[in-house]
């Protein structure tokens, strides 16, 4: 299966290499093409460098926007019309860093990254949000755990998308767990109680009850 990366930083790269790993294929894009092109030349064949956000669609079955929130709206704008029944997989925590590198908020408390990214998505786009819950770091060195893998959760209000995501995230080395609809997501992104936990399937399923 192919899934588009657009946004080749530090955790688009990751997941990249994670889902590599697990025998996906990938189209690549990022501001520059210089990110992407390095990625792609580290991951060997099963990527391609596309020539652009558009480009990078073609043929994929989803597409992770692995962007800073500030350049979501913009770049949803740019591949609107393609992104039409595609499932579209949204790490991204509601965040902004100034020149000094402080980092705020840029959402008014108790509205998430995802319910505002739906509203910007084009009717019949499959939005999940998953893969922002763990840093780069910690995405890297817990998949493939074993002997229990660890879990990643995700938030969708479209079945279509939740089984996409699933198999991405099982193709990344983790267990799926799904937290509830996108009104839910605000629990994966940063503050929330769901992120950067590093914990079994069982832990999990009795957290999801737990809020
Ligand atoms: N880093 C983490 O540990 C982490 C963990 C969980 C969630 N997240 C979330 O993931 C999102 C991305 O974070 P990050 O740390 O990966 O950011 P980053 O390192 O700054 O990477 C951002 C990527 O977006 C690309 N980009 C910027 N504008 C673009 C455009 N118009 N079209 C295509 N690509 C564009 C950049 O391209 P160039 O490479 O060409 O500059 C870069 O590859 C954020 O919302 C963050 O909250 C990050």
Redo the contacts with the bound molecule.
């Keep these: 299966m192919t899934t588009a990366i ?7 790269s990751v997941i990249a290499r994670q889902l590599a790993s697990g025998g996906e294929t990938l189209r690549l ?4 093409t ?2 992407a092109r390095t990625l792609a030349a580290e991951i060997g064949r099963a990527a391609v460098v596309a020539a652009g ?1 558009r480009d990078a669609l073609q043929g994929a079955d989803a597409v992770v926007l ?4 500030t ?1 979501l709206k ?2 949803i704008e740019e591949i609107a019309d393609p992104l039409t029944g595609k499932v579209v997989v949204v ?3 509601p ?1 902004t860093t100034d020149a000094q590198g402080n980092i705020s908020r840029v959402l008014p408390k108790g509205q998430s990254s995802g319910e505002v990214v739906a509203e910007w998505l084009p009717t019949g786009a499959r939005l999940a949000m998953a893969f ?1 819950t ?3 770091n910690l995405f890297e060195s817990s998949s493939n755990r074993s002997p229990e893998p660890a879990v990643l959760f995700y938030a969708t209000d479209d079945d279509r998308a939740g089984e996409e995501v699933e198999r991405l995230i099982r193709t990344a080395g983790f267990e799926p767990v799904k937290v509830g609809g996108i009104e839910q997501s605000g629990r994966l992104e940063v503050g929330g109680d769901l992120h950067d936990l590093i914990i079994g399937p069982a832990e999990a399923r009795s957290l999801i009850g737990g809020a």
């Design positions: 657009i946004g080749t930083g530090g955790i688009g894009s990022s501001a520059d210089k990110s956000n692995a962007l800073r929130f350049v913009g770049v790490p991204s925590n965040l922002g763990l840093s780069a």
